[in-house]
């Protein structure tokens, strides 16, 4: 359902954006893998086969984003789909945070969208339409203890959507959030130990832990037509753990 739509996954080679380049490319889109970490973008491109690009880009880098989407022009000569996926999660107090982690998160986890769209927007414009999935995190409704800079970042990626679902509409370009629960991903191993894990269970309706594909999945309604009536939205995909 999303043949010959060309999508750029930011953060492609793990967890959550590498379930979602493998799932598009599995709906018939032509993938653009971005991350910083070029080698494993290009593992996920491998699994893909012919479609896909793998391009090393930082989000905090604005020159090296250019380059990605110049080469995904360059290669697939448009972009209909933006997920605005890379993201990261250091974990600190508030009273011990440093000026320097705060702008790092902000650099990375909000600003790094702000650029990527800035970026990709006027290609969606010439082609007169456009789906944009910015992916903000449910700890912005419920808080979380140690992620003050994380939260306001995903705070930021909110309400970011929503202004471009507003500037952006009148051209056709639709600008919607996803906000997922406690995602079991590879990279949680590091930091999530076993009773944390049974906690996020606890806390869910749904019995289980969810898993990456289920957060692509919503990305691909999100970037398809079936969500064509649909702009500035934030789409909580938690197991049901807050309920509104
Ligand atoms: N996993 C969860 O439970 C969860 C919950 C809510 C929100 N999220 C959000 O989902 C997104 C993906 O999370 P994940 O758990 O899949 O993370 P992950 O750590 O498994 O993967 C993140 C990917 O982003 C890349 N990345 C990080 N910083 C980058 C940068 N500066 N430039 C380019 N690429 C960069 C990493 O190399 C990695 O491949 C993040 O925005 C995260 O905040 C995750």
Avoid at 12 to 37: M, N, Y
Avoid at 151 to 168: H, M, N, S
Wanted: overall charge neutral; hydrophobic content about 45%.
């Amino acid at each position: 359902m999303l043949k010959d739509k060309v999508a750029i996954v930011t953060g492609a080679a793990a967890g959550i954006g590498e379930a979602t380049a493998l799932f598009f490319s599995e709906l018939g889109a032509s993938v653009v893998a971005l991350d910083r970490d070029g080698e494993g973008a290009k593992k996920v491109v491998a699994r893909i086969g012919a479609n896909a690009l793998a391009v090393t880009a930082d989000m905090r880098d604005r020159a090296s984003l250019a380059a990605a989407v110049d080469a995904a022009m360059a290669r697939f000569g448009r972009i209909d789909i933006l997920i605005n996926n890379a993201g990261i999660y250091p974990r600190q107090r508030f009273l011990d945070l440093t000026e320097e982690q705060w702008d790092e998160m902000q650099d990375v986890n909000l600003k790094g969208t702000f650029r990527m769209t800035q970026l990709v927007a006027p290609h969606m414009l010439r082609q007169g339409a456009g789906k944009i999935v910015n992916i903000s995190s449910v700890t912005f409704f419920v808080g979380a203890r140690l992620l003050s800079h994380y939260v306001a970042a995903k705070g930021g990626v909110i309400g970011f959507t929503r202004v471009l679902a507003k500037e952006l509409g009148e051209q056709n370009i639709h600008v919607n959030c996803i906000t997922p629960g406690a995602i079991q991903t590879a990279a949680e191993k590091f930091f999530v130990t076993e009773e944390q894990s049974r906690e996020f269970v606890q806390m869910q309706s749904l019995k289980r832990r969810l898993q990456p594909i289920e957060i692509a999945r919503v990305c691909a309604f999100l970037a398809g037509p079936w969500s064509d009536g649909m702009t500035g939205q934030t789409l909580n995909v938690d197991g049901g753990w807050i309920l509104y």
